[in-house]
């Protein structure tokens, strides 16, 4: 059984920073493209940064040059650094990730989520 487990989550002040993390565990052959995603509350859920297996990146517009996303895949693991944070960041932020468990089997898989709060 495949799991993906977020940590990092927090309450920060206006400008400051977090790293979040996003673990996968389990029978894994290889895992594609990793997102992050957040939801606000009252608002839908919405893709905040993708990074590709080689490590492409794409990124929300509200977000692009304040967070980096970056991973591990030796340790299937992805990041988001999130600097310069403004009240308007605050959400739970899930990760999502498209995972193989045999070279002709995947899906997506979804973390539990972590909260994310900015506010002085």
């Known amino acids: 059984q495949v799991r993906l487990v977020e940590s990092g989550g927090g309450l920060v002040q206006p400008g400051g920073s977090l790293r979040l993390s996003c673990a996968a565990s389990g029978i894994i052959f290889s895992i594609d493209a990793m997102d992050w995603y957040r939801q606000a509350p009252g608002k839908q859920r919405e893709l905040v940064a993708h990074i590709t297996r080689d490590g492409g990146t794409n990124y929300a517009d509200p977000v692009r040059g304040r967070f980096t996303i970056s991973r591990d895949n030796a340790e299937n693991t992805v990041y988001l650094q999130m600097n310069s944070l403004k009240p308007e960041d605050t959400a739970i932020y899930y990760c999502?990730?498209?995972?193989?468990?045999?070279?002709?089997?995947?899906?997506?898989?979804w973390g539990q989520g972590t909260q994310v709060t900015v506010s002085s």
């Open positions: 999502n990730a498209r995972i193989r468990t045999t070279a002709w089997n995947w899906r997506d898989y």
